[in-house]
């Protein structure tokens, strides 16, 4: 098992243009989340789901869009980066049994000049 | 809202020369406090779960303990395969009824031959 995927690993952005960051699980987890790791700061939740088709705002959800067409993906938008949004992204899973159990990816670092 | 403080943020040790690591919390109905580990340029690993005072977990040189304010990580007879960034969490609620993670800014240990 891969376990969770991110694409890609690294992508340096200018203000104003778009991206999509792509997670992928094999794990069959019904539970998805996005979240940003700044320095000085714990992880913050950006957007979550609890099932295909579902998608839900987290804590810091503005400038950032999910779908989550299957489940065994959940995509992350920005539609107009800004500099403020340069920060490493991970994409995590989990299952109903033990939601707080979270599997990583391994983080897509964003650069917004 | 929960908080939760990590102490020291740094901590180098020597191999074999034991140690804690401290996170301290504050929540109004503990629902469960979780450690990750995070080696550098990957995503967070869990470690444990701990969900009421007196409850000791461990899993080779590591041994989590919660008291109701806080939770300690022990580590025995380190090895340089040890030293990462070791986070803690606490669940708490966001708007929309979900429980979400809140994580500490982490303690960075290196552990040195």
């Known amino acids: 098992n891969a376990g969770v995927t991110q694409t890609p690993k690294f992508r340096v952005l200018k203000t104003g243009q778009s991206m999509t960051l792509l997670c992928a699980q094999d794990m069959n987890h019904e539970y998805m989340y996005w979240y940003r790791q700044d320095p000085g700061m714990g992880l913050r939740l950006i957007h979550y789901?609890?099932?295909?088709?579902?998608?839900a705002k987290g804590e810091v959800p503005d400038g950032y869009n999910v779908s989550r067409l299957k489940k065994q993906n959940f995509l992350l938008g920005l539609e107009s980066a800004a500099p403020s949004q340069t920060s490493v992204y991970f994409c995590?899973?989990?299952?109903?049994?033990?939601?707080?159990?979270?599997?990583f990816g391994p983080g897509t670092r964003l650069l917004v000049l | 809202e929960d908080q939760v403080t990590q102490s020291p943020e740094a901590l180098r040790l020597q191999e074999g020369e034991s140690s804690s690591l401290n996170c301290s919390y504050t929540?109004?109905?503990?629902?469960?406090l979780f450690w990750y580990r995070q080696d550098p340029g990957k995503g967070p690993e869990f470690l444990f779960t701990l969900y009421s005072a007196g409850e000791e977990k461990e899993k080779e040189r590591l041994k989590a303990t919660l008291t109701k304010k806080e939770s300690f990580l022990h580590i025995t007879a380190p090895k340089p395969e040890d030293s990462a960034t070791y986070l803690c969490a606490v669940q708490d609620w966001l708007n929309t009824g979900f429980q979400k993670l809140v994580f500490g800014t982490g303690t960075r240990l290196l552990v040195s031959p």
């Open positions: 789901s609890v099932g295909e088709g579902t998608t």
């Open positions: 995590a899973s989990s299952y109903e049994g033990a939601r707080e159990t979270q599997y």
């Open positions: 929540v109004s109905g503990l629902r469960g």
